[in-house]
């Protein structure tokens, strides 16, 4: 998918030059002519690059690009400002406001481009120098409710923690009762429910660890909410602190996301590696999970980052060809279970994945090849070429 770059500007025909400039090299734009407008486009329209100009009809650009530093979804969001104002005291002040570029008017568009195309490879650089400070996440997320999103979550944690030997968090993330606990057999006093209460500052690797349940070799668990009386929504600040400080603590940290969107999904999957869509082989779940698949890209995450991982539950739902499922779905597939009903109620009655207690079962196999892509030399990024 091609970055997504937002263009801002009150001169009509300049805005369409560049926008026009920026397309034919294959980047997607969004315009704005206004500065309120454009803070409404970065929020609604997330784009990857910005291109500001200085004199706007309400708020300044240099206004603009500093409300975007001061929040932290944008705090490191490209942008390159624009100025008719050549003095060398008018480009430090852009600079200091938080611009990354600045280029003066009358803008060379061949300019333009380079500047676009250097500056998004320099944030791509940095990026991946971030990951290799932290660990891995990946988010997994139902097509609907029932499709086997927790378990496939649980074994893909338990299968890089004991097959690969990393460090995994596995974390269920919900404002209400997790499931976890029923699959693995355990009632948990320690769990996400109990963070809630604690302001997103205080959600420090020290809480974050408290709270985790060791459950195998190189596998913890943070478990949903378990009582009524730990049940409530989780706010934006506090979903983007518990997956940051997870990610700190752990080579991967798999996130189990409720089916329905919500705004600590949002934020979860905005911190994410990679997005895992779990769907089921049948028209409904697959109309859901192409639904689902497009809230997840207008939140910004890239075409390649997000894969499907199919379920089938029934020995006639397997008909269906995996590069059929890929078309409707529109992303690629990572895997497919095959049906072992049996052994997964067995599984559950053991408390372990599937992948530990039968790791030759053909299901465990599939499941345990998923989490082996993660591991690949070349990474999260290219899981979804």
């Not at 990679?274 to 890209?297: D, H, Q």
Request: hydrophobic share 45%; net charge negative.
């Amino acid at each position: 998918m091609s970055a997504r770059i937002l263009v801002v500007d009150d001169e009509p025909s300049l805005l369409r030059l560049i926008a026009y400039v920026l397309e034919t090299e294959g980047y997607e734009t969004i315009t704005a002519s206004s500065g309120m407008e454009a803070l409404d486009q970065v929020q609604t329209g997330q784009p990857d690059l910005v291109i500001l100009d200085v004199m706007l009809p309400d708020i300044s650009g240099i206004d603009v690009c500093q409300q975007l530093r001061d929040r932290p979804e944008t705090a490191l969001l490209p942008i390159i400002m624009l100025s008719a104002r050549t003095q060398v005291s008018d480009k430090i002040r852009g600079l200091r406001a938080g611009a990354d570029e600045y280029v003066t008017k009358p803008i060379d568009t061949d300019e333009i481009v380079a500047r676009v195309a250097a500056l998004l490879a320099r944030t791509r650089r940095l990026r991946q120098a971030e990951r290799l400070r932290r660990g891995e996440v990946l988010s997994f997320i139902g097509a609907k409710g029932g499709v086997g999103t927790t378990t496939v979550a649980l074994n893909v944690a338990s299968a890089l923690a004991q097959q690969q030997g990393k460090r995994v968090i596995a974390v269920e993330f919900r404002s209400h009762y997790g499931t976890f606990s029923a699959q693995l057999g355990c009632a948990p006093t320690r769990n996400l429910g109990n963070l809630l209460e604690l302001d997103p500052e205080r959600m420090n690797e020290r809480e974050l660890a408290a709270r985790l349940t060791d459950f195998s070799p190189g596998l913890q668990v943070l478990f949903g909410p378990q009582k009524s009386n730990e049940f409530g929504e989780m706010e934006v600040s506090q979903a983007k602190a518990v997956i940051k400080g997870l990610a700190g603590m752990a080579d991967y940290t798999i996130v189990d996301l409720p089916c329905h969107p919500c705004a600590a999904s949002q934020a979860a999957i905005g911190r994410s590696d990679g997005v895992i869509l779990v769907v089921e082989p049948e028209p409904t779940s697959l109309i859901a999970g192409r639904v689902t698949l497009e809230v997840v890209k207008s939140w910004g995450v890239s075409g390649r980052a997000v894969g499907a991982v199919v379920v089938n539950r029934l020995p006639s739902a397997s008909a269906m060809e995996s590069h059929d499922i890929g078309s409707r779905l529109g992303c690629q597939i990572v895997g497919v279970v095959p049906p072992v009903a049996e052994a997964c109620l067995a599984a559950q009655q053991q408390g372990a994945p599937l992948v530990l207690c039968q790791p030759h079962n053909i299901a465990a196999v599939k499941l345990i090849e998923i989490a082996n892509r993660l591991v690949d030399d070349r990474g999260i990024a290219m899981m979804f070429p």
